[in-house]
C-alpha cells in the first residue's frame, strides 16, 4: 500500500525546515522516504546523531495540518499503544513532528496470522483509554453524509478510524498504533465494525471477520440494525473513495466493504 498523495522526501524540504528539524536531532546522515500513510505530505525515517526518527510534516495553511496537529495533541494520551511524540516543529511554513522510531513491520491481517492476537490486545487497550477532552470531532457528524441514522454511532470512546495494516506496526512483542489524524469519539463498538471491511479485504469472509470482532465485549451489545448501518456507510463512503482513487488497496478496501455491506442485508 502506497499513499494516493506525492510524498516529498528530505532534501525536497526547504532550508529553513532541515535547519529546525536539526536543531533538534543534529546532522542528518541519511534518510529513508515513507510511502505508505495519507496524512503528510512529508514522512522519512532520519538517521541522525541522536539517533533513528520517524518525522511526518505539512504545510501549515496545507488542508492536512489540522489532522497533524490533532495527532500530535493526542500523542500523550495514547502513550500505551504509540511511539512517542519527541518534538515539534514549525518553520519555513511546515509544520514537522518527530516521533519515537519503532524497528517493526506493517500487519498482516490474513487470516491465521498471528498478528491478529497482539491486533486484539491492542485493540482490547485502547478502548480501556479515557477519550481526551480536547477531541471534540464526533463519528456520527463525520458520518452525517453518508447516512441518515449515524446518531446510533454516537458514544464517548476515543476510535482511531482507520487501523488498516499500514497503521499497525508489529514488534517482537507487542502492536503499535500509529497516524491518528482522524481519531475521533464514538460508541465503544465502532472501532471493531470498522475492522471488519479491514479483515474482509485480507482474506476473511465477513462472517469470520464479525466473529473475530465478537471477542470483545462492546460487540455483544451492538444491534443488528447499527451493523447494517455502519456496513452500508462504509460501503458508500468506500465506493466513492474508490471513485476519485482508483488505487488497488483503495478498491479492495472497498470491494471488502461491499461484500460485508451484502452479506448483511442476505442475513436480513
Known amino acids: 500500500m502506497t499513499s494516493v498523495l506525492p510524498r516529498m522526501g528530505w532534501a525536497d524540504l526547504p532550508g529553513a525546515v532541515r535547519e529546525a528539524v536539526e536543531a533538534r536531532t543534529g546532522p542528518v546522515t541519511e534518510a529513508e522516504r515513507i510511502e505508505i500513510g495519507e496524512q503528510s505530505e512529508f514522512a522519512s525515517v532520519l538517521d541522525t546523531s541522536v539517533g533513528r526518527v520517524f518525522a511526518k510534516g505539512t504545510l501549515i495553511d496545507g488542508r492536512l495540518a489540522a489532522r497533524l496537529c490533532t495527532e500530535a495533541r493526542i500523542n500523550p494520551h495514547v502513550a500505551r499503544l504509540s511511539p512517542r511524540l519527541l518534538w515539534r516543529v514549525e518553520a519555513g511554513e511546515w509544520l514537522v513532528l518527530g516521533f519515537e522510531y519503532v524497528p517493526g513491520r506493517h500487519a ?24 481526551p477532552d480536547h477531541v471534540s470531532r ?9 447516512t441518515g441514522q449515524a446518531h446510533m454511532m454516537a458514544g464517548e470512546t476515543l476510535i482511531h478510524m482507520d487501523l488498516n495494516p499500514g497503521n499497525v506496526l508489529m514488534t517482537e512483542g507487542r502492536a503499535y498504533f500509529v497516524d491518528w489524524a482522524l481519531a475521533c469519539k464514538g460508541a465503544d463498538w465502532v472501532e471493531l465494525a470498522l475492522l471488519v471491511p479491514r479483515l474482509i479485504g485480507h482474506g476473511h469472509s465477513p462472517r469470520e471477520a464479525e466473529e473475530w470482532a465478537a471477542q470483545f465485549r462492546p460487540w455483544s451489545h451492538v444491534t443488528a440494525k447499527a451493523l447494517d448501518v455502519v456496513a452500508d456507510a462504509e460501503s458508500l463512503k468506500w465506493q466513492k473513495t474508490a471513485a476519485d482513487w482508483p488505487f488497488p488497496h483503495i478498491v479492495r478496501t472497498a470491494k471488502a466493504a461491499r461484500d460485508w455491506a451484502h452479506w448483511r442485508r442476505l442475513r436480513g
Open 108 to 131: 498482516d491481517y490474513s487470516p491465521g496470522s498471528a498478528d491478529l492476537v497482539r491486533l486484539g490486545r491492542a485493540v482490547a487497550a485502547l478502548q480501556e483509554l479515557r477519550c
Open 138 to 146: 464526533r463519528v456520527e457528524q463525520r458520518w452525517a453524509g453518508l
